[in-house]
């Protein structure tokens, strides 16, 4: 049994390397700026062509998780442009004024989907947790939620991760863990049933975004989500 894993991508460089080093899929994100905003579909198109991995690519034009109906607008186009040059679904989360997932926005911007995707870390800012899962249990073609568990990082959301997966069928099943994942935290997500990983500047030489993703620390973290999965999974 393997677990997905998955490793952001700044260009085809890295999806060329995240590849060879035995990812699942990449997520493609323009830049690093305020924790990941959208690329140019020039570039998806670029990566489209460099790797065969499922691309998902980052839906986000600025600071926070809040957005308005001009944006809406664009965000829409730009989800049938990264389709239209071969990504594979998108990443995206919005939230309202009130900290809750703003679940018709979100409505809006993927419409019926005829591809998956992933609720980004968005769901780790809302205030009302068990209220956010609910909403976001509701939404359709949802098949991924990224998430630390805490808007600090998986190392302060751990127990809040476990406890989720352990309790809600629903979260388990969609649950990646991602957002400053280290190795040490993978056995105890496995053995709470979560299957899917996230990493990104972990997966680079001394954890710089300046780096291109290395093949070698891809593999070391395949081999370990790999081998947790197998080992948290429950006996036939």
């Not at 905003?37 to 460099?50: D, Y």
């Not at 249990?137 to 352990?166: F, I, K, N, Y």
């Not at 996230?198 to 291109?212: E, L, M, N």
Request: aromatic share 6%; net charge negative; hydrophobic share 45%.
């Amino acid at each position: 049994m393997s677990g997905l894993l998955e490793v952001i991508a700044l260009h085809a460089a890295d999806a060329e390397r995240a590849e060879a080093g035995g990812a699942d899929r990449v997520e493609l994100v323009g830049s690093m700026e305020f924790g990941g905003l959208s690329p140019e579909p020039a570039l998806v198109g670029q990566v489209r062509r460099a790797t065969s991995l499922p691309i998902r690519v980052m839906l986000r034009l600025r600071e926070g998780f809040g957005t308005d109906g001009g944006e809406v607008a664009r965000l829409r186009g730009l989800v049938d442009a990264y389709q239209s040059v071969g990504a594979d679904g998108v990443v995206l989360g919005f939230l309202n004024a009130h900290t809750d997932i703003d679940a018709d926005v979100v409505r809006e911007i993927v419409g019926e989907p005829d591809f998956g995707w992933t609720f980004h870390r968005a769901v780790d800012s809302c205030f009302a947790t068990d209220r956010a899962w609910r909403t976001l249990a509701t939404l359709p073609g949802l098949d991924q939620v990224l998430t630390a568990g805490s808007a600090r990082g998986v190392t302060e959301g751990l127990d809040e991760l476990v406890q989720r997966a352990r309790t809600d069928e629903f979260a388990r099943s969609v649950i990646m863990a991602g957002g400053g994942l280290l190795a040490e935290h993978v056995p105890w997500l496995a053995r709470a049933g979560v299957r899917a990983f996230h990493i990104g500047s972990s997966a680079r030489p001394g954890g710089s975004w300046k780096a291109y993703v290395d093949a070698d620390l891809v593999g070391s973290w395949r081999t370990l989500v790999d081998d947790s999965v197998r080992r948290g999974a429950p006996a036939p």
